[in-house]
Every structure is written in C-alpha cells, then in structure tokens.
C-alpha cells in the first residue's frame, strides 16, 4: 500500500490510517524528507471527516472521490454514511456529528432564512445538474394518455405538460378523493419543481403559512414528504398517485411496472442545480484549508463522472450497499445517458445527470436566490423582503470563494484546465428554459415573484 503523506502536521492522521489496514508496529517519522508529498499544499487542520448523503444516484460525488482516492490524494480520511432522511442529515450536520454532508439545495438555504430549523451552513460546491423526475401511478397515466399530444409513431411528445393531470385530478375530486402526490422535503428541489409543473398549467399545490406548514392552503393536489427509497412503495400501496424525486426512484417504478414517469426536471428547468455539498460556517471557518481540500476532490469527482466512458464504472460503484445499493441496470437507465419513460419507452437524455459540464459544481448565487424566490412564492418566507435580501443571504451561504481557491490549485496542479473557472459574477445569464417560457433574472428575484399567477405577490 502506498501512503502518500502532506505535511508534517498531519502525520499523526497518516499513522492512524497505516494502524486501520493491520500494521500494529509502532512507527515514527520524524521528518517528510524520505516520502512522497500528497498532490495539495494546503495543511490540513482535520483530516479525518465523516459525510453524510441519502440513497440517491446524485450522491456520486462523494462516492468516487472516495473510491477513486481524490478524497486521500489531499490528505484526507474519510467516512462516507449513509444517512435516513433529509432532516435527520440536516440535524446532525448542525450538532457536528457529520463534517459535511450530501444535502438538498434548498436546505442551506431554509436554514439562513429562517424557515424550519436555523442555523449558519455553508455550500461551496453544487453536487449536481438535473436528476429528477415526476412518476404518477399506471392508473392516472392511464388517465393523462389521451390529452397527451402523440408523435408520428404514437409515442408521448415531450415535455409533458400538467395540463394533461388536470382531467384526472377532476375525476378524483368528483369522487371525493383528495389527489395526492409526494416529494422529498418541504425545501427540497422536488417540491418546487412539482409545484412549478403544476401551478404552470393553472393548478394550485397549496400555500405555507405559520399554520399550515404542510403547505397545503387552497390546494388542488395535496403534497406530503415521503423519503426517497420508500417512494415507489408508497405510490404502489396507493397512499400517493404520484411523486417528484431522484434517480434511481423513477427508474425504480418502471422497473416494478407500478409507475410511469411523465417528465424530468430537465424539462422543468433546464440545467437546474439539484444537489449542494453542506458545512457548517463554524467548521468552515475553524478549518479552511480541510474546506477547500474537500472542495477539491470533490472537483475531481464531478470531472471524473462526466469524463466519457466512466459511468459505466460509476454505476457498479453506485450499486455497491454501502452507496446506492439500487440493481447495476436500473442505474444505468439514467446514468449512462438515457431515461425510460413508460416501459419500452426508453430516451436519449445525455444530460439527464451532469456533474462537470456547465460549470455544475460551481455554487452560483442565482441558484441561491432562485430558491428563495420559490420560499417566497409559497409562503414558507412569510413576508416581502427588499431586493438587497436575496443578494445577501445567498452570499451568506454559498461560498464559490471556496471553490474558486480550490480550482485555482488544481489548475496550479495540472488535474483541470484554467478554462474550467467561469468568469462571472456569481450570476448566470438571465434565462427561460423552464417549462412555461417564464423569464428569470437572478438579480430580480421580485420581479420574478411577481411575475407568476399563482403564489404570492411582493
């Protein structure tokens, strides 16, 4: 086994690692002089780290750069766990029994603007673009088919539009039954992107309020929290008629023949961010160096995942139990550049995952302000704030000044080329490829509020 040391004051680190594979020979080294120096210059405050992620095909990340030894090229020893659900790793990266975790992008966020449990958390690295999906049970499928335009071969045309749930919702209310359908977490992309779908073809998924805080005000579909895993179960009891989640749970329906997918959050929001990489501020600030080498491997994770010929590898590390733990083909269906819709209908989707390409582990502001603009438009932020607000919380809690010391250095070291540092300002260009058209500008997050007709207005 080849030990690769950094600098004096992480030796100890070292010596534990050589001790965890078997050598129980006490050994001292005195000095670096004789041994070959790891790929980072930075000195490493806490080299040992323990990360949290949920079953899901975006936590790849973390996955390869401890596989693919990214993690230990910067001195650092690390602990991938996973973890049950969205709060349960959102309360222990806040108490410290996690260094960092796989996180859902609204979460960091919610946690600076106050909705839901506080705290200062930090994302100096966006996980993921795209990954997403909307599956409804073959029953409404059945129900959706016929106000769904057809190609010449008779196949759906895409993307699917809400416009064709609203007859089925009408149906179950005409029988007296509520039509539900689920997502991840209240701040989770999930459960913004369904109500986008929905609310952009005139269908209301409720308000939030101090008192309502199941968001379901005024509702034409009800949406309740189901985790990940348990998605195509639940929808298979019929407690949900449909759901919006991540990869492999979609897949996961088609493969059981319980669900068809009817649109990808690629349709919804072209090259939306999904997950972020969380640390407190306080661990960020008591370790900086640690922050950029995690930042840096993870770097070269996403690099490696989107490098051609690699997903295929990626997918029997994904499979692995301690990962993902779903089946190599069911995976694949989405990871290697495809998606299957209703079964046998299986889609080229080259950037149904991204991980590198278009700056996607970048932490834009936009992608902060943007979820904001969602809490705003349902409720969760209770009341107007000034323009200037948006601006600073996303400063707050994303940090591309991490990322930017972190690829800088990799640059520095050969491993990604100086073309892969966007020039920006931290906002993307304003943009419509959403679903309905709409316009946003990240630099006019209340104009944008503003601008939808269902939702609140500032």
Not at 118 to 145: R, Y
Request: proline letters at 7%; glycine letters at 8%; hydrophobic letters at 40%.
């Amino acid at each position: 086994m080849k030990i690769k040391f950094f600098k004096a004051s992480t030796l100890i680190a070292a010596a534990l690692l050589l001790a965890s594979c078997g050598d129980k020979k006490k050994k001292e080294t005195k000095t670096t002089t004789s041994v070959e120096q790891a790929s980072t210059s930075l000195e490493i405050e806490k080299p040992q780290l323990t990360f949290g992620f949920i079953k899901l095909t975006d936590m790849a990340p973390l996955a390869i750069a401890k596989e693919k030894g990214f993690f230990e090229d910067e001195g650092l020893f690390v602990s991938v766990e996973a973890q049950s659900n969205w709060k349960n790793i959102l309360d222990r990266v806040i108490d410290g029994q996690l260094d960092g975790s796989h996180m859902l992008a609204g979460q960091p966020i919610a946690a600076g603007a106050g909705f839901g449990r506080q705290a200062a958390l930090v994302t100096p690295f966006s996980m993921d673009l795209n990954g997403n999906g909307i599956t409804v049970s073959n029953k409404v499928w059945e129900g959706m088919k016929p106000h769904v335009k057809k190609d010449g071969d008779g196949k759906p045309v895409h993307p699917i539009s809400a416009d064709a749930l609203k007859p089925v919702i009408t149906q179950y209310k005409n029988e007296g039954k509520p039509f539900k359908m689920g997502m991840v977490f209240p701040v989770s992309t999930h459960n913004y992107e369904i109500r986008y779908w929905l609310a952009a073809a005139g269908i209301n998924p409720g308000m939030y309020s101090a008192d309502n805080i199941q968001g379901q005000i005024d509702a034409e579909v009800l949406l309740s929290v189901t985790p990940p895993p348990q998605m195509p179960a639940t929808l298979e009891a019929g407690t949900i008629y449909g759901y919006c989640v991540g990869e492999p749970w979609n897949q996961q329906a088609v493969a059981k023949g319980i669900g068809v997918p009817v649109t990808t959050n690629y349709d919804i929001w072209k090259n939306n961010p999904e997950k972020v990489f969380v640390m407190t501020k306080k661990f960020v600030e008591e370790n900086p160096n640690t922050a950029v080498a995690v930042t840096k491997a993870l770097i070269r994770a996403g690099q490696w995942l989107d490098a051609p010929g690699n997903r295929a590898e990626a997918v029997k590390i994904l499979s692995m139990p301690q990962y993902v733990g779903a089946d190599e083909a069911v995976l694949a269906n989405s990871m290697t550049g495809t998606f299957e819709f209703e079964k046998g209908d299986k889609r080229e989707m080259p950037d149904f995952n991204v991980f590198y390409r278009y700056n996607a582990t970048y932490p834009f502001y936009s992608d902060a302000v943007w979820f904001l603009t969602q809490m705003r438009r349902w409720g969760q932020i209770p009341e107007a704030k000034p323009v200037e607000w948006y601006a600073e919380k996303a400063k707050d809690i994303y940090r591309p000044d991490i990322w930017k010391k972190a690829a800088k250095l990799l640059v520095k070291e050969g491993k990604i080329p100086a073309s892969d540092i966007p020039e920006t300002d931290g906002y993307k260009p304003v943009t419509t490829d959403f679903i309905d058209g709409n316009k946003y500008d990240g630099k006019d997050p209340i104009g944008y509020i503003n601008s939808f007709k269902i939702g609140n207005k500032d």
